[in-house]
């Protein structure tokens, strides 16, 4: 019997993760990365001595595959897939391939924003009482741990790119934090068909799998009411009782599943802002479900420690607080950190603007804060948007130097916010790679 030929599109993280489990399970394997794969996966490569290429595709060695695994960076739109797919070769994604070779319970987690730190926040608690692996957008890849672990729970953090590629993929337990224009570039710049991507999370769902989401966000619930699915629903929501499912109450929140309830202070959270509050409902509501106990469930939500790059205290000098919000990478990410502000703030923000509307922010900007220091290789839109709003608006192409015009133009008891709402690309590598030069800057003051 000839084996089946994997041909793995992008030599990164999932990809190489991807190489190791298939050819674990017994497929002929090729990777090929249009860009440079970096030494620590080559290395990998070679020493399973899994055939790869990198900064160029062979056509001959690709279109005889039986099954394409690509990484979530690749549009559907490049010339390459196009041939893929008119030559009627299945393309996955490696939540797809990798689903197939474990038995166990998989939370997936998507959304807009907070999916990130929604998943971290359900891992932490999970761990406490489970085996329980954390992957997808976030630490080793899946497919690796699926090889390498034997896990009996997942926590995925699973982008739109991810869901477009699956086939049967079905999580036990479906999160969608919240719904709000992203990545419409990749999505002909309709937002209707970025909410179908991120709706197919439960497409594959049964009455047996259970679907929680933000019932206060008007796109989800829209999307259910015309769109309806066969998940089990458990809402949660800040404006309203919720029969089963999650709700604040007061300080408290109250999450009901089948009659049996559990009560949580918000006031102990280790995370603050109205958002995370949802995080945690998201959380325990999958840690309710997965019968950890209640106890163990209140203290895991009083001692995380959050996640780098999201709303991170870096350091305070001259009592200014300088914070890392790197990983806001859209306008709804930087509404959050904004709202969350209680002091006059310096903002840098800027980067590669996937087609955002700022106007969300204006009342936020307005109120709060002082100056903006526009860091990017274009500013032009955020001069033009905001130059009215503030006193002092600077542009700059450097970190360091974005970090010394902030200290110059803080007080104290200001705080200086780094939240771009705008990808990375233009002048770092990733929003780790920013967030990191940030923190660097700052501790050079």
Request: proline share 2%; net charge negative; glycine share 6%.
């Amino acid at each position: 019997m000839t084996k089946q030929r994997l041909v793995i599109l992008g030599g990164g993280e999932s990809g190489v993760g991807t190489a190791l489990l298939a050819r674990e399970k017994g497929y002929d394997v090729f990777v090929s990365d249009k860009g440079k794969i970096k030494e620590k996966y080559k290395q990998v490569l070679i020493h399973n001595e899994i055939e790869w290429e990198d900064q160029t595709h062979t056509e001959s060695k690709i279109l005889n595959a039986d099954i394409v695994m690509k990484s979530p960076g690749i549009p559907d739109k490049v010339a390459l897939i196009s041939q893929i797919k008119t030559k009627g070769i299945t393309v996955v994604s490696e939540i797809e391939f990798a689903s197939k070779f474990t038995e166990a319970t998989i939370i997936g987690i998507t959304g807009s924003n907070g999916k990130t730190t929604t998943a971290s926040l359900t891992h932490h608690v999970l761990k406490q009482e489970l085996s329980v692996g954390l992957a997808g957008n976030i630490g080793d890849s899946f497919a690796k741990q699926v090889l390498e672990e034997g896990f009996g729970n997942y926590v995925l953090e699973i982008s739109s790119f991810q869901l477009d590629d699956i086939i049967d993929f079905k999580p036990k337990i479906a999160v969608i934090t919240n719904i709000t224009p992203d990545h419409l570039d990749r999505y002909d710049y309709k937002f209707e068909k970025y909410i179908n991507s991120k709706f197919r999370i439960a497409m594959n769902q049964t009455k047996e799998d259970y679907l929680i989401y933000d019932a206060d966000d008007d796109v989800i619930v829209d999307h259910l009411k015309n769109n309806p699915v066969q998940s089990t629903l458990l809402p949660f929501s800040l404006e309203r009782p919720i029969e089963n499912g999650a709700y604040l109450d007061k300080n408290n929140i109250r999450l009901t599943i089948n009659n049996n309830q559990i009560i949580m202070p918000t006031t102990k959270l280790a995370l603050e802002g109205k958002h995370n509050i949802k995080n945690a409902m998201a959380a325990s509501t999958v840690a309710h479900l997965l019968k950890i106990r209640k106890q163990t469930i209140r203290e895991s939500l009083e001692n995380f420690q959050g996640v780098e790059h999201r709303l991170e205290q870096v350091l305070k000098i001259n009592k200014v607080q300088y914070i890392n919000d790197s990983k806001a990478t859209n306008v709804n990410a930087t509404y959050y950190a904004l709202e969350s502000m209680d002091t006059p703030t310096v903002w840098i923000v800027g980067g590669v603007d996937k087609g955002n509307n700022y106007e969300e922010l204006f009342s936020f900007v307005n109120e709060k804060v002082k100056a903006i220091i526009c860091l990017g290789v274009d500013n032009d839109k955020l001069m033009n948007t905001f130059g009215n709003m503030v006193d002092v608006i600077i542009e700059t192409q450097f970190m360091n130097e974005a970090v010394k015009i902030a200290y110059k133009l803080a007080e104290p008891g200001d705080n200086v916010l780094l939240s771009p709402a705008c990808a990375s690309f233009d002048l770092f590598e990733n929003y780790e790679d920013r967030g990191r030069q940030f923190k660097e800057a700052v501790r050079n003051l």
